[in-house]
């Protein structure tokens, strides 16, 4: 469930941001939602008009589609120091959000009014900057996960998927063998199997819902 922030650690979050302005700082303090999400809380989900732009200060989104039958497309990881872009987009053309975004683990977001967010865009130059970057961001790692769906096969795409963890949560992963299949859009069988030959080659130890990277370059 989430809830609101207290206060008094508003200013250690906004340290993530220190790219902006102070004059900005200031304002994101008094006027921005501070707030906290327990793992697996929802951040956005499909359908609901967003009214705010989502900065992370804390913790892991992960930001996905679902098809009508509840199955994932992971599009990528929100990380602390962030903005979800996709979240800006749809706050600026006054749009139903496509996408669901959940706390991975305990989480801390920022959400600033709509209003506030376009009006910064011409007030301050960090704002500004700091919004192109994101949606940059975004899209070159939007275009990297086609590629891994669209060229590549299913070892690859693991590969892929499993670098891409490591990189925002180190190399222990807390992730079953369910977990991946659904977000591969594969079968538990077909995941386990591959990832007992990553194992083989020395690439990860499994563990009970967790992997250990020990090497996976070279693969």
Not at 107 to 110: L, P, Q, T
Not at 213 to 218: F, I, R, S
């Given at each position: 469930m989430s809830k609101h922030m207290n206060s008094a650690n508003k200013s250690e979050l906004l340290q993530k941001f220190s790219q902006l302005e102070q004059p900005l700082l200031d304002e994101i303090m008094t006027q921005s939602t501070f707030r906290q999400l327990e793992e697996g809380d929802e951040a956005l989900r499909t359908g609901q008009y967003i009214?705010?732009?989502?900065?992370?200060?804390?913790?892991?989104?992960k930001i996905y589609r679902e098809d009508e039958?509840?199955?994932e497309f992971?599009?990528?990881y929100l990380e602390p120091g962030n903005a979800c872009a996709l979240s800006m987009m749809c706050t600026a053309r006054d749009e139903k959000s496509q996408i669901m975004a959940m706390a991975v683990e305990a989480?801390?977001?920022?959400l600033i009014p709509s209003h506030l967010s376009e009006s910064w865009l011409a007030k301050y130059k960090s704002w500004h900057n700091f919004v192109i970057a994101s949606y940059r961001q975004r899209f070159e790692e939007l275009l990297l996960t086609l590629d891994s769906v669209v060229f590549r096969g299913l070892?690859?795409?693991?590969?892929?998927?499993?670098?891409?963890h490591v990189k925002v949560s180190g190399n222990l992963l807390k992730l079953s063998h369910q977990q991946i299949a659904d977000e591969l859009s594969s079968s538990r069988e077909v995941i386990s199997r591959l990832l007992k030959k990553l194992e083989q080659a020395g690439a990860v130890k499994l563990h009970r819902n967790s992997i250990e990277?020990?090497?996976?370059?070279?693969v």
């Open positions: 009214k705010s732009t989502v900065l992370l200060s804390k913790g892991l989104l039958e509840g199955k992971l599009m990528y989480s801390e977001i920022i070892d690859e795409r693991l590969l892929f998927y499993l670098k891409r990277v020990l090497n996976l370059e070279g």
